[in-house]
């Protein structure tokens, strides 16, 4: 049975999402096409290279997450360091580490540039902050005069990942062409992060082109949501940082959350995540675990009332004839 799957980005909580995948594998489910955003964009790319659940598994439990987050020599300098750091780089870690994660797991199965994948096997999502839009990569990334095709799959993987003053952003310089006469140096270059900005859960990327093909022709479109409440602890918000990070956490739980209850019930698989936040990077290996059964119990029941002709009168009566929920 052929779906489009898509995946909401949730950080650490990603393993709920493999889960999820087991369950879909073992219901004979395989992926036409996928698409993610943050850390369901990992999961996405990692299908789209081949992996299977099981392969997915071990590696993110095998994976510390706390290595992602390596420490540059202004993390050293007492009180001040992290926050010179912020302000020179705009992220408290560079993110490369995990580009360079992503790189080496790709490159595995032989995927290294867009052209290693079938068109349109993978999309990603990030957030093109200088000029206030969302990218969906890989062709997205042409308005930068960059081939789509020569584009690394982990350098987009990377973009989408970027938490706002957690990761540093990536950083590309307008094509000549794009630039305006008299621009300063500065203003020449464009900063992407991650694609939660916009949105964390692009279940509407499939909609247009299934709204024009024959219903016998439509391949379904499943979302694999990670859903409840972070732990009850509150955030201690005590400078700027502290609080940029637990708005953009907020938001990235909260952003597409209308748009879902409203529409997408009927092809949303709801991952509960059990507490665990965005950035809990050094998750013990129970609550990993404890995730992954999450996910692999909530799309086995998902998938026991799920039917293909049921999809398809939903998405006519609810989607087809309806309003497409992308973003502005």
Do not use: C
Request: proline share 6%; net charge positive; glycine share 8%.
């Amino acid at each position: 049975m052929l779906v489009n799957g898509v995946f909401e980005g949730g950080g650490v909580k990603a393993l709920a999402l493999v889960g999820a995948v087991k369950a879909a594998e073992e219901r004979g489910v395989k992926f036409k096409q996928v698409a993610g955003t943050s850390s369901g964009a990992i999961v996405a790319s990692l299908l789209a290279a081949g992996y299977t659940a099981d392969e997915l598994k071990q590696i993110i439990m095998e994976t510390p997450f706390t290595d992602f987050l390596a420490k540059s020599w202004l993390h050293e300098l007492p009180i001040v360091g992290p926050a010179v750091r912020l302000f020179v780089k705009k992220g408290l870690y560079s993110g490369q580490k995990l580009e360079k994660w992503i790189e080496e797991k790709l490159a595995a199965k032989g995927v290294r540039t867009f052209a290693d994948l079938p068109r349109g096997k993978l999309r990603i999502i990030a957030s093109d902050i200088s000029q206030g839009k969302l990218l969906v990569l890989p062709d997205d990334i042409v308005q930068y005069g960059i081939n789509p095709e020569n584009f690394s799959v982990a350098r987009a993987v990377r973009m989408s990942t970027s938490i706002p003053y957690f990761f540093d952003p990536v950083v590309l310089r307008k094509p000549a062409k794009a630039r305006k006469k008299g621009e300063s140096f500065t203003d020449q270059f464009i900063y992407i992060v991650d694609g939660g900005l916009l949105s964390n859960f692009p279940l509407w990327i499939y909609d247009e082109e299934n709204s024009k093909i024959p219903e016998k022709e439509q391949i379904p479109t499943l979302g694999f949501q990670m859903v409840g409440k972070p732990s009850a602890e509150p955030r201690s918000i005590v400078g700027p940082l502290s609080m940029f990070q637990a708005l953009f956490a907020t938001m990235m739980g909260a952003h597409d959350e209308r748009y879902i209850e409203e529409k997408n019930r009927f092809r949303t698989i709801k991952v509960p995540t059990l507490g665990v936040r965005v950035t809990d990077f050094d998750i013990k290996p129970e609550k990993s675990f404890e995730l992954y059964k999450s996910g692999y119990d909530a799309a086995k029941a998902y998938f026991q009332k799920w039917t293909p002709q049921d999809y398809i009168s939903s998405f006519n009566q609810i989607v087809r004839n309806g309003k497409n929920g992308k973003p502005a």
